[in-house]
């Protein structure tokens, strides 16, 4: 079946240190893949997407990485901030039904906390 | 504007009790979504309703109902609650135009005992 899943459950970095967060997915029939970002009783907020059609996509202080060939996903957040503390998603978008009843797919994997130290 | 809202925030529920989680959205979207999140986990799709006057299974839809009241409101019901069921559900909306475009609201934390 299909899964996104994270090889790191947690992550601690210093402040001003950046950050890689990791994710390993197994479908490739997806049309994005995208990174959310959860604070403690707050629901996912959006931070990036890559299409599955691209390797690399940069926002700002974050760059999301894709290679297809391991079926592997990465977020790298330069420069980390306390605020950036917070258990990050990855998941997988897809297009999904019919038409007139079509809606977007996410299939999120198991999270990874990060914490920043000040 | 405030986006998606969802009430109550928390619940405690006897097992074999019935509830109805509220949410609602102020931004015209068509798309309304109900997940569930257990702990250490990401987001499963309970239901969602592409468009008002529909509503679709999602991935763990068994135990629950829905209603998509009007374009702003979509309802998830318990009808008989179970432990199984303690989780907190986010609702989410989305104009269907894209992945970034689903909103989250703040979460219902929901124990069944």
């Known amino acids: 079946g299909e899964s996104v899943g994270l090889h790191l459950p947690t992550l601690s970095v210093q402040e001003g240190d950046n950050s890689i967060i990791n994710c390993a997915y197994s479908?490739?029939?997806?049309?994005?893949f995208i990174w959310y970002k959860q604070e403690s009783g707050k629901g996912p907020q959006f931070i990036i997407d890559i299409r599955s059609n691209m390797d690399k996509r940069q926002g700002q202080r974050v760059t999301v990485l894709l290679n297809k060939t391991v079926k592997h996903l990465s977020l790298q957040i330069a420069a980390t901030q306390p605020g950036d503390s917070a258990v990050y998603f990855c998941?997988?978008?897809?297009?999904?039904?019919?038409?007139?009843?079509?809606?977007?797919?996410?299939?999120f994997g198991q999270g990874t906390i990060l914490t920043v130290h000040p | 504007n405030a986006g998606v809202t969802q009430t109550p925030k928390f619940q405690v529920l006897k097992t074999g009790q019935s509830m109805t989680l509220q949410c609602a959205q102020d931004?015209?979207?068509?798309?309304m979504y109900w997940y569930r999140q257990d702990p250490g986990m990401g987001l499963r799709l309970i239901y969602y309703?592409?468009?008002?006057?529909?509503?679709d299974k999602g991935e763990v839809p068994n135990g629950y109902n829905v209603s998509r009241l009007n374009k702003r409101e979509f309802s998830l019901r318990l009808e008989s609650a179970a432990p199984s069921q303690t989780s907190v559900y986010f609702c989410?909306?989305?104009?269907?135009?894209?992945?970034?475009?689903?909103?989250f609201g703040p979460g219902t934390r929901l124990t069944v005992l």
């Open positions: 998941a997988e978008y897809r297009e999904w039904g019919a038409r007139g009843t079509s809606y977007g797919k996410l299939t």
């Open positions: 989410a909306s989305s104009d269907g135009q894209g992945p970034d475009t689903q909103y």
């Open positions: 931004m015209n979207h068509n798309s």
């Open positions: 309703s592409a468009s008002e006057g529909t509503t």
């Open positions: 479908n490739s029939a997806s049309d994005y």
